[in-house]
């Protein structure tokens, strides 16, 4: 093996293998992923049975690269010209289009740490350097710190909002002052897998900031409001020239045809999807407020999703999860993330912490 063949190779392995969230056994519950406990409309699952006997656009053929109606359907929603959105197998592919599209050898890409765990996977995989940025202690993104690590090797600034693990989320204003103080030539990526959970009002809108800064461009995904999490279908909203960018560097035929269906019937239904939101809203208050009642550290979360600051006793808690056969997300000696499910595994979630918590009190952060 030649050396710079064994030295790609050395970085692929020294990579951090993307950690699915986990769930074992018939009664288990699985609140480790911020998937939609609620399976697919009725209208959307007969739209992909009609994909499957349809002799043009069957599984026997390729899907369409340009995903025209569906780019349009998203343009209209949003108030954009379908030139001004780019599709990917799920907002993630988007994100590496992104990462491939901007950033190589001896560029650096910013993004808050913690966040969402694809972020430094997808920039060392495109070469580029990770610049990690710690949270504030309230577990926001730290913006002053961020503006300050840009260098003029800086090409992406990824921003999550809201955070993925924490749920915290990013105000309207201050993005507007951080853009400010960002070089006209780095691309700002405002990442909201989760805008439909957030009731924040001055949270900022990803989409709304495109129209002002042709820098920015914000993504978003079929996979939690819309629960198409397994058929893999994201976007990406921004200038025409980026999102040009990102058709150039994406895998061909990486979006199935099926997904493009499903995607395009669920925003035809996004009213009746609505109304799952709203229940996941209300149910991620009524788990906050009973979990911080049993004595929890839970922040305000704006997600499909809450954190609990567990600390150095996560995995004792962890453990006691899992005996009672509830899975949820944890980084040991930081937290745990429990996603927002069905109102009866929300009960085995709250029934299974309040178990946990009298092992030990947890102290207040
Ligand atoms: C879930 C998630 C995504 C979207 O994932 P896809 O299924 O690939 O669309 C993107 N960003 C964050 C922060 C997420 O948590």
Redesign the pocket.
């Given at each position: 093996m030649s050396d710079r063949l064994s030295e790609r190779r050395d970085v692929v392995r020294s990579l951090p293998a993307y950690k699915q969230g986990a769930a074992e056994g018939a009664d288990a519950v699985k609140l480790s992923s911020?998937e939609n406990p609620y399976p697919p409309l009725p209208s959307v699952v007969s739209e992909i049975a009609a994909q499957m006997s349809d002799p043009l656009s069957g599984f026997n053929r390729y899907p369409s690269m340009g995903a025209e109606p569906l780019r349009a359907a998203i343009a209209a929603r949003h108030g954009v010209t379908p030139e001004q959105v780019a599709v990917g197998a799920?907002?993630?592919?988007v994100?590496s289009q992104l990462i491939h599209a901007v950033a190589g050898a001896g560029d650096e890409v910013i993004f808050a740490w913690r966040s969402?765990e694809a972020y430094p996977i997808l920039t060392v995989v495109s070469g580029a350097t990770p610049v990690p940025v710690p949270l504030t202690a309230d577990l926001h993104h730290d913006l002053d710190a961020m503006a300050a690590a840009i260098t003029d090797r800086t090409r992406l600034i990824l921003l999550?909002t809201p955070n993925?693990p924490t749920g915290t989320t990013l105000g309207a204003e201050e993005v507007e002052r951080f853009l400010a103080r960002v070089p006209e030539n780095v691309v700002v990526a405002i990442?909201e897998?989760?805008v439909h959970f957030n009731r924040d009002p001055h949270a900022v809108s990803g989409v709304e900031m495109v129209a002002r800064h042709p820098n920015v461009i914000a993504?978003q995904?079929f996979?939690?409001a819309y629960g198409l999490?397994g058929l893999?279908i994201?976007f990406g909203i921004g200038s025409v020239d980026l999102c040009d960018d990102l058709r150039r560097v994406a895998v061909p035929f990486a979006v199935s045809g099926v997904a493009q269906r499903a995607a395009l019937a669920s925003l035809e239904h996004e009213d009746e999807l609505t109304e799952r939101v709203e229940r996941i809203v209300a149910e991620r208050g009524r788990v906050t407020e009973e979990l911080r009642g049993q004595g929890w550290s839970v922040g305000d979360s704006q997600a499909n999703f809450v954190w609990l600051a567990t600390g150095d006793d996560t995995a004792r808690i962890d453990g006691v999860l899992r005996e009672e056969h509830v899975f949820a997300r944890c980084w040991q000696g930081e937290g745990i993330r429990l996603s927002i499910g069905s109102p009866a595994e929300n009960d085995r979630g709250l029934a299974a912490l309040a178990k946990a918590v009298k092992g030990a009190p947890v102290p207040a952060v």
């Open positions: 911020n799920g907002s993630v592919e994100a969402f999550c993925n990442d897998a989760y993504l995904t996979s939690k999490a893999r994201g």
